[in-house]
């Protein structure tokens, strides 16, 4: 039941977006100051039908980890299904919301998209305010030092980290939270106060409104599965029992367990982990797995960094630690090195007019994409490492390589934006910056 807290007036909406957790969560946190009430919002589109089973049950299990969490502190999630303008335009007028508090993204659709909101928002009276948080730096504050000289070499990007210094601390959760606002006048909008209670029943919220008589009716299920699998239609990606569970509470489980190892965190280096580890329930393995529960939010990279630097810092005199690019710290400093790249070239999600892309004359096969893409080339190694990703949602970054090389300078020719959409379809820490640039790299 959703509270019955009346507009006021002064109503806060945290819109959940890449941040699906409480600690280090600066929208949440802005959100919750000076309001009578605050409505935690994720918003799924039609173009959630485009990622796979896997994908799609990673954030599922967020969903339902971050309501469960909120539920302890007086509040709980709320989802909605359908254009994100026209939804937020009958919540804040609907509700007395006056401010939009959100995360800053990388990705240039998000990015217009809240130029875009703030534009509309503002003909009502109502303010957007976008946070970091999805990095370990503020990208601003890093092209501010390097003068909008943009470095797209790992090195000359170590340099420009030293000189911004340490990144933030993390922020800590919320004790409290203000209560949601009751959702009376918002019965057309079709709001839903929780989380389906069954993944069944979530995915049947892609099929719009009416999908769903209940959300926390866990016997309907969505009859076009297919919908959300992977490319060309194909359900084989789920049905795992050796997969990644999503959510806060997982993430930061396993970063707890790993930072009891502080032999294997000095010594870690990226080229020297097993690219045979299949990702399971169970926290052990040559990587730390924890790079989907990043990509979706539910761990702060913040977070990690200062956890890491820790552990690092009680080791004694007589042990060095391994150090960049290959270090366990490097590997956020990477995805930050990505970010930074991919936000300030233009056109950089494409081949054509991307000044740092080479310009291949790629030949289209829709028949070598489907067999590279199902794990049916012939080749061992390429067929066990897609099968593997669909199945699991995840691959070593040796096997990624090798994938990604063999759809196109290796053997088939065929071009990277291709594949780079299957990878969104199937990774579960699918990253626009990173997915976008290490696809085009091994061309």
Known sequence: MASKTSPSGDGALWLIREDLRLHDNQPLLAACTQTSHVLPLYIMS???????????RFLFEALRDLHTSLCVLGSRVHIAYGDQFETLRSVWRGLGVKRICLQRSCDPTLVRQEEELRKLASLDGVVVQTYQGLELYDQRLLIKLCDHEVPIAFNSFLRLVDRAGEP???????????????????????????????????????RGPTAVDNPHDSGRRHPGQADCAGPRNDSSAGGSARRLIGGESEGLKRLAHQLQNATWISKFSKPHTNPMVVPSEGIDGSTTLLSPYIAWGCLSPRFMHWKIREVLQKLPPSVT???????????????????????????????????????????????????????????????????????????????????????????LWCHWEDGRAVFEALLLDADWAINNGATALET
């Open 46 to 56: 039609p173009s959630t039908c485009s990622i796979g089973e896997n994908r799609l």
């Open 168 to 206: 933030p601390e993390p922020l800590a959760p919320p004790r409290a939270l203000p209560p949601p606002p009751d959702l009376t006048p918002l019965a057309q909008a079709q709001i839903y106060s929780g989380v389906p209670a069954s993944f069944a029943a979530f995915r049947a919220l892609l």
């Open 321 to 411: 630690p391994t150090g960049p690019p290959q270090s366990l710290l490097s590997q956020l400093l990477w995805r930050d090195f990505f970010h930074l790249v991919g936000s300030s070239t233009p056109y950089f999600e494409r081949m054509q007019d991307n000044p740092l892309c080479l310009q291949v004359p790629w030949r289209s096969s829709a028949e070598m994409l489907h067999k590279w893409a199902t794990g049916a080339t012939g080749v061992p190694v390429v067929d066990a490492a897609m099968r593997q990703l669909r199945c699991t949602g995840w691959l070593h970054h040796i096997l990624r390589h090798v994938v990604a090389c063999f759809l196109t300078r290796g053997a």
